[in-house]
């Protein structure tokens, strides 16, 4: 028999304990039968068990739990070891209603399934198909390494056309977004009320009969939900909620100032909105690798085209933070140095040696693995400053970090007049 079977009643008081349970805890079904399951096993689920057995009572409904959602419900020793690979068997466990004659449920009749050898086939089939999909996903990498370099190529090009897409996504969220922030502050204000109200209620209540049966029930339904916990956890549940929803909000608005679509192409920039915006897009790139420091400056808008210098910042702050092996410090200066702006990204990184220092802004040059870069952001970032008749510098160290030095025009090209509007 692969199959354990037991009875408890809504206490979880045991009623029946099959031969497949007596052999594989060792607990004889005399010693087992009439006695509380989990001071029996002390290690056993106890509040997820709770939640299942009561459902099947309150719904009559089966329940049911995978070895995927939970592995096993009794650690049990695999005992097959043909199949090898792991230490405890798997198991299915399914939790069905015993009735009386009435309809009412008695009892739950728990069953315990060994699935350890499918379990082990299926985990090693789809350990089988990860490891093809990854050899498929490296393959893939090399069949389009030579299309992903031509198109980063366009990509200068391609960024009015990109941002228009990310104004457009964060428009179409921000709607939806402004009505869950709504509907969210209603809510709360509810809450706050309905808080309110039981809190007045709680105040009297000790001038109330307590051993009448409806304060009994009233106090034996406190208990089953926990209430006072309740009433404390709401108000920090909609506080996250609120935060959650302002967060969604602010990253929108990031997304729209990175992408600058509804501001034209060349004008007047906030140099320090622009790096602020690219810092929130980059975030998941730079939050577990370096603590930023803005040094910020008194800087005048500069003439230039705001989406582009995005690309710039985002390029070398994304550079900086694969630079750092561990944890480190990325810095952001700005200042005015007469009819300039000076912007300076350092990192505490690896630095670069005189090779890679000397070719740093040539096309196709990486000092990352194959397949992790293409070589051409800083090539790409380059053509951009030179466009905006500026001058891009660095300075490097092997072991000691890596620094650049960009400096634009405050009032643009010479030759402004000349460029698109």
Not at 326 to 335: C, D, E, K
């Amino acid at each position: 028999m692969d199959t354990g079977v037991f009875l408890v009643d809504r206490t979880i008081k045991v009623l029946f304990w099959n031969r497949f349970m007596v052999m594989h805890t060792g607990q004889p079904a005399e010693s087992v039968e009439g006695r509380n399951l989990f001071e029996l096993f002390p290690d056993f689920p106890r509040r997820w068990f709770e939640r299942k057995v009561e459902g099947v009572f309150v719904l009559k409904n089966q329940a049911f739990s995978s070895w995927e959602q939970r592995p096993y419900l009794f650690k049990f020793a695999h005992n097959r070891p043909v199949t090898g690979g792991v230490e405890s068997m798997y198991q299915d466990v399914s939790l069905m209603p015993v009735l009386d004659i009435a309809g009412k449920a008695i009892a739950v009749c728990v069953s315990i399934r060994d699935v350890t050898d499918a379990a082990i086939y299926a985990t090693r089939m789809k350990e089988t198909m990860e490891t093809l999909e990854q050899e498929k996903n490296e393959q893939r990498i090399l069949i389009k390494k030579l299309e992903e370099a031509q198109s980063q190529l366009l990509q200068s090009e391609k960024m009015a056309a990109i941002g228009q897409l990310a104004a457009g996504v964060a428009h179409e969220i921000n709607n939806p977004i402004g009505f869950i922030k709504s509907n969210m502050t209603s809510l709360q204000k509810y809450t706050a009320s309905l808080v309110q109200l039981l809190e007045a209620y709680i105040k009297i209540e000790d001038q109330l009969d307590q051993n009448s049966s409806e304060m009994q029930t009233i106090a034996n339904t406190k208990d089953q939900i926990d209430f006072e916990y309740l009433v404390e956890d709401i108000g920090d549940l909609m506080t996250e909620s609120m935060d959650g929803v302002n967060r969604v909000s602010k990253i929108v608005k990031d997304l729209k100032d990175f992408s600058h679509v509804d501001q034209g192409d060349w004008k007047y920039e906030d140099l320090h909105r622009c790096i602020d915006s690219t810092l929130n897009v980059a975030w998941n790139e730079l939050k577990y690798k370096a603590e930023i420091k803005k040094q910020y400056g008194e800087v005048p808008q500069v003439f230039c085209m705001g989406s582009q210098l995005n690309q710039v910042f985002l390029n070398l702050l994304v550079n900086a933070a694969h630079a750092i092996e561990n944890r480190g410090i990325i810095t952001i200066t700005t200042a005015q140095k007469g009819e300039k702006v000076l912007i300076t990204v350092a990192d505490t990184g690896s630095g670069m040696n005189q090779e890679q220092l000397r070719r740093v802004f040539e096309p196709f040059f990486t000092t990352k693995p194959v397949g992790k870069g293409t070589g051409l952001g800083m090539s790409l970032s380059y053509g951009i400053i030179d466009k905006h008749e500026g001058k891009i510098e660095v300075e490097s160290q092997e072991g000691e970090g890596t620094t650049f030095n960009i400096w634009l025009p405050i009032e643009g090209p010479a030759t402004r007049d000349a460029l698109p509007a």
